[in-house]
């Protein structure tokens, strides 16, 4: 007689029917979400493949017939390009200073607002206000209001005629990005400081700890991870600052106020040069990518996104 094996109990015939159940049950609570994803890819994976393969191309819009394939000469030419080199170290200073002082500033008005006084509804929209304003707004109004030479309010409170914009372009365009950015910081860390436990903050006191003591000893550690996903997200979209340098110095005098972004811009708009524009949008991405990386790594450490600390 041929032995039968036993049915265990744990692991009944029909689980391998149940797996395609599963699965369906799965796709079908992911098929709302496939029409966003077809949309992010079309409009962000296609363009961006599209930038690789003309970055190995050499085209000029005003060549016509001028598109033939050039390899890794792009690429070199890009890197050998002083006019780069100075957009780079631009776009790292102004990412650098502006979310280091945005941060800052925005942790200030964070711990003031924190305490209860009168009026601190009516203090902390007016303080929300600059990052509700459009960034090319924004721009506008500082070019006009704070930094003209003639009338504007800088002048007509420490006295002169400076015209800010040819003598400090850089720093010009990065106060304006700082002032855009320091109510989104001032939230993030305001969200940070109203979720200390309050029994914490009270056993401190009872202990006699002074304001300082306690700021530096539980209230800093504790915003060490919302501190991380401010710079993290402020540098994000601060090194892709395009409206403040485009506006307000055009990035002069010269390369002075020069970012990657506007200079990109002028390679592909202005010098029509499609292939090398290509490359040095390619370029950014990679050094972008590398530098998000890092920074996520270190902020999931900070967040415990394992559960494993």
């Not at 077809?38 to 819009?61: A, G, R």
């Not at 390369?255 to 990657?260: C, E, K, P, Q, R």
Request: a positive charge; charged letters at 10%.
């Amino acid at each position: 007689m041929t032995a039968v094996a036993p049915t265990l109990p744990g692991r009944p015939r029909a689980a391998e029917k149940a797996s395609p159940r599963v699965s369906t049950s799965a796709w079908a609570r992911r098929a709302p979400l496939l029409p966003a994803l077809v949309f992010t890819i079309v409009v962000t994976q296609i363009p961006f493949l599209l930038t690789v393969f003309y970055s190995f191309q050499s085209w000029n819009l005003v060549r016509p017939g001028s598109l033939h394939f050039v390899g890794l000469r792009n690429y070199a030419d890009v890197f050998a390009d002083s006019q780069f080199r100075t957009a780079m170290l631009n776009t790292v200073l102004m990412t650098v200073v502006c979310v280091l002082v945005a941060v800052l500033l925005g942790l200030g008005l964070a711990v003031l607002l924190d305490r209860k006084f009168l009026g601190r509804g009516f203090v902390r929209t007016l303080l929300i206000t600059p990052f509700l304003i459009l960034p090319a707004a924004g721009a506008l109004l500082w070019k006009t209001t704070m930094f003209d030479p003639t009338y504007g309010l800088l002048n007509f409170v420490f006295g002169g005629s400076t015209d800010w914009l040819s003598e400090f372009p850089l720093a010009s365009v990065m106060a304006q990005v700082v002032w855009q950015w320091t109510p989104f910081m001032m939230l993030l860390l305001l969200a940070g400081l109203q979720s200390q436990p309050k029994d914490v903050l009270e056993a401190a006191q009872v202990d006699g700890a002074g304001r300082w003591r306690i700021f530096t000893a539980i209230t800093l550690p504790h915003l060490s991870r919302y501190l991380q996903l401010a710079a993290l997200l402020g540098a994000i979209y601060i090194v892709n600052s395009f409206d403040a340098v485009f506006l307000m110095t055009q990035g002069g005098p010269g390369t002075a106020s020069t970012n990657l972004p506007y200079y990109i811009y002028q390679r592909a708009f202005q010098g029509f040069d499609i292939g090398q524009s290509s490359a040095m949008g390619v370029v950014v991405v990679i050094l972008t990518l590398i530098v998000a990386t890092f920074a996520l790594r270190l902020m999931f450490r900070a967040f415990d996104v394992s559960g494993r600390r």
